[in-house]
């Protein structure tokens, strides 16, 4: 089945920086794509998503890449602040079935 | 905004005990969803259902069973609980199947069984 390696598991930059994470799937079938962002305590809140056909798509200072020809998804966070601190999830779905399979997450730091 | 909410949000039980958790939502969504999230595994899905009492087995079912009874509500059960179930557990929920389909998570569960 589909398998998802997210990385990295860490990642602290100063307050300013970019912070990208990412993730390679396994599934070419993979159609649709997911980033979530959890803060502590809280469940997981949807970021952004991707269908296939999209190359790229910029939101609110976040910016998703994929590359199909690699199976690898990005998550850009440009000019990183404190309140970005929190563990981000990859998802991907659509391959062989339709559940979602989820990335081991990666816990981020913005330091002020 | 999907509204799922989860009680309770910590329990501690001990081994062999019995322990439900239970998921509410009220977005008149027809799927719901419970996973576990461990550390190192990210979320994986245990059970999730279509509507009342449908049930379908996720991908790390073992040692869980899983009721909805309503269109809103869905509950986890462990029947002989055990160390290797301590976990983060979230239901979520969505008003469609497909990989298309967003999913409103709750707050988690965290249940440690000793």
């Known amino acids: 089945g589909e398998q998802v390696e997210q990385r990295p598991p860490h990642l602290s930059v100063p307050e300013g920086d970019s912070a990208v994470i990412i993730c390679t799937y396994t599934?070419?079938?993979?159609?649709?794509f997911y980033w979530y962002k959890q803060e502590p305590g809280a469940g997981l809140q949807l970021l952004m998503s991707?269908?296939?056909?999209?190359d790229r798509k910029e939101e609110q200072g976040l910016t998703v890449l994929l590359n199909k020809k690699d199976k690898q998804l990005s998550l850009n966070l440009t000019a990183a602040h404190p309140g970005d601190s929190a563990v981000y999830f990859c998802?991907?779905?659509?391959?062989?079935?339709?559940?979602?399979?989820f990335g081991k997450g990666t816990l981020l730091t913005v330091t002020p | 905004e999907a509204a799922v909410t989860q009680s309770p949000r910590n329990k501690v039980t001990v081994t062999g005990g019995n322990v439900t958790l239970s998921c509410r939502q009220t977005?008149?969504?027809?799927?719901m969803y419970w996973y576990r999230q461990d550390t190192g595994h990210g979320l994986r899905l245990i059970h999730y259902s279509y509507g009342a009492g449908n049930l379908q087995i996720g991908d790390v079912p073992d040692g869980y069973k899983a009721t909805r009874t309503t269109q809103e509500d869905f509950f986890l059960l462990l029947e002989l609980a055990s160390p290797s179930q301590t976990s983060l557990y979230f239901c979520?929920?969505?008003?469609?199947?497909?990989?298309?389909?967003?999913?409103?998570f709750g707050p988690g569960t965290r249940l440690t069984v000793l």
């Open positions: 599934d070419s079938a993979t159609a649709y």
């Open positions: 979520a929920s969505s008003l469609l199947w497909g990989p298309s389909a967003e999913q409103f």
């Open positions: 977005n008149s969504h027809n799927y």
């Open positions: 991707v269908f296939s056909n999209v």
């Open positions: 998802a991907v779905s659509g391959g062989s079935n339709y559940k979602l399979t």
